[in-house]
């Protein structure tokens, strides 16, 4: 079965600060994919990255960074010199090749303070 | 803004009542998924439909129902509702079949208040 443990609930950092976000998954699937999504107090979901299982290269999009370890079954995501703007939920989801749904973990609360 | 429409954005309404919530999916998209969030069980994948059938479906209550119509915009029917139905229901819509090979574009959400 597919699952999605994000085990920090809550993290408050102050700005400039870097934060990292923790996601496991668990999943039988060789083929599955990863994603983190943003959620503002503003409500909506947006996307941040998406990453097949086949790619265990890091990725860095601006203060952005996503660290991938299948050996770990890990998805964590760094955000560098942290700004009040990040300040949101973040869900870590997974969805396996030929499922059609995406399962989300419980979602961090992050506090950035100025 | 991710293209994908929902309304109303906000809705109350009191137990034992009917309430559709309408999505249009991002043009050219021809999958909606239809999720739920709620305090108590996060974000929850209800359903979803691929160009007008059923595709899948998760955890939706007998007392739900949606449908995708030609045009490819899609409701969710929520009848004989409850207190715990109180949540923020989300649709998202993306171009292939299953969620696994791209992305899904979420709209801002229909938050649902039962009293």
């Known amino acids: 079965a597919q699952k999605v443990t994000q085990a920090q609930t809550e993290i408050s950092v102050v700005e400039k600060e870097d934060v990292t976000l923790d996601c496991v998954y668990e999943?039988?699937?060789?083929?599955?994919?990863l994603f983190w999504y943003k959620q503002p107090p503003s409500g909506e979901l947006v996307f941040l990255i998406r990453r097949n299982s086949f790619d265990e290269q890091n990725e860095i999009s601006g203060r952005y960074s996503w660290n991938f370890q299948k050996s770990t079954s890990s998805f964590n995501f760094t955000i560098t010199a942290s700004q009040v703007v990040d300040s949101a939920v973040y869900f870590c989801a997974l969805s396996e090749a030929g499922r059609n749904k995406l399962v989300f973990g419980a979602g961090t609360i992050l506090r950035v303070k100025s | 803004d991710s293209g994908v429409t929902q309304t109303p954005k906000h809705l109350i309404t009191a137990t034992g009542q009917r309430v559709t919530l309408r999505c249009s999916p991002r043009?050219?998209?021809?999958?909606v998924y239809w999720y739920q969030q709620s305090l108590d069980q996060g974000l929850q994948f209800l359903i979803q439909y691929y160009n007008g059938e059923e595709r899948a479906k998760g955890n939706i209550l007998e007392r739900f129902s949606a449908q995708q119509f030609p045009d490819l915009h899609s409701e969710l029917n929520l009848s004989s509702l409850e207190l715990g139905d109180s949540a923020l229901y989300f649709c998202a819509s993306s171009v292939e079949g299953g969620a696994g090979t791209g992305e899904l574009f979420f709209g801002e959400g229909s938050r649902l208040t039962v009293l």
């Open positions: 043009s050219g998209d021809l999958s």
């Open positions: 999943t039988r699937d060789t083929t599955y994919y």
